[in-house]
C-alpha cells in the first residue's frame, strides 16, 4: 500500500538557519507529491507540488523541494527561515487508483527560536 | 470572494446527539472531502464527493454520513456522537476535472473543532 513517512515528528531551528523537513513515500510509478503548510489554527494551504519535469520544484513563501526518485523522497527546504515560518508541514502523496485523493504523512511540526 | 468556508467553528455537544457540520464552496469544485485531524494521526480522509449525489467512502467513514445535493455544499453528519469523535473537521475542495494531469490541489476550510463530552 501506498505511504508517505515524515520521519521528524518535531524540528526547532534558529531564525535565519537553513530548514530541510524529510519526506519519504512508496509509490512504483511516477508520483505525485505535494507539500502543504498548516499554521497554528488554520487549514491547509498548499506549498508546492510535483508532477512531472524539473526535480526541483519552488513553491510559495521562498519554500523549494527536489524530488528524488532514487531515493523515494521529496524533501522541502528552506535556506533561511523567518519567525512566521512556525507551523505545521504536512507530506502528501497521490493515491495511485484515484489521484484526486492524498495519502498523508503525519506532519512535522517546525518551530523557530528567535 | 468566500472560497470555502466551514460552520460552526467551534461545536461541544453531548455523547449521542446528532451533529452537522457545514461546508460551502464558491468555486464550483468538483470534488470534495472532509478530514479529521487528531494528534498522532495526521489528516484522515472520512467520505469525499466527486460531484453532487456521489459520494464515496474514506479510511475511518464509520459514525458518519454525507449528502452533496448541490455542487457547492457537502455537510457531514454525525449520526450519534461519540467521545472518539472529538476531533478538527477539514473540509476540502478540488477541481476535478476529467482528464486532467497530474493531481488537484486541495483548497482547505479553516476547520470546526468539535468536542463530543
Known amino acids: 500500500a501506498q505511504s508517505v513517512t515524515q520521519p521528524d515528528i518535531h524540528i526547532t531551528v534558529s531564525e535565519g538557519a537553513s530548514l530541510e523537513l524529510r519526506c519519504n513515500y512508496s509509490?512504483?510509478?511516477?508520483?505525485?507529491l505535494f507539500w502543504y503548510v498548516q499554521s497554528p489554527g488554520q487549514g491547509l494551504q498548499l506549498l508546492l507540488k510535483y508532477f512531472s519535469g524539473d526535480t526541483l520544484v519552488q513553491g510559495i513563501k521562498g519554500f523549494e523541494a527536489e524530488f528524488k526518485r532514487s531515493q523515494s523522497s521529496f524533501n522541502l527546504r528552506k535556506p533561511s527561515v523567518h519567525w512566521s515560518d512556525a507551523a505545521e508541514y504536512f507530506c502528501?502523496?497521490?493515491?495511485?487508483?484515484?489521484?484526486?485523493?492524498?495519502?498523508w504523512g503525519l506532519g512535522t511540526s517546525l518551530a523557530v527560536n528567535p | 470572494d468566500a472560497g470555502i468556508t466551514q460552520s460552526p467553528r467551534y461545536k461541544i455537544t453531548e455523547t449521542g446527539r446528532q451533529v452537522t457540520l457545514m461546508c460551502h464552496q464558491t468555486w464550483s469544485h468538483s470534488y470534495m472531502f472532509w478530514y479529521r485531524q487528531d494528534l498522532g494521526h495526521g489528516l484522515r480522509l472520512i467520505y469525499y464527493?466527486?460531484?453532487?449525489?456521489?459520494?464515496d467512502k474514506g479510511e475511518v467513514p464509520d459514525g458518519y454520513v454525507v449528502s452533496r445535493s448541490k455542487t457547492e455544499n457537502f455537510p457531514l453528519t454525525l449520526e450519534s456522537a461519540t467521545r472518539s469523535q472529538t476531533s478538527v473537521y477539514f473540509c476540502?475542495?478540488?477541481?476535478?476535472?476529467?482528464?486532467?494531469?497530474?493531481?488537484?490541489?486541495?483548497?482547505f476550510g479553516p476547520g470546526t473543532r468539535l468536542t463530543v463530552l
Open positions: 509509490y512504483g510509478a511516477t508520483p505525485y
Open positions: 464527493s466527486a460531484a453532487a449525489d456521489i459520494t
Open positions: 476540502a475542495s478540488s477541481v476535478g476535472l476529467a482528464g486532467r494531469l497530474g493531481a488537484d490541489t486541495q483548497y
Open positions: 502528501a502523496v497521490a493515491h495511485a487508483g484515484n489521484n484526486r485523493k492524498l495519502i
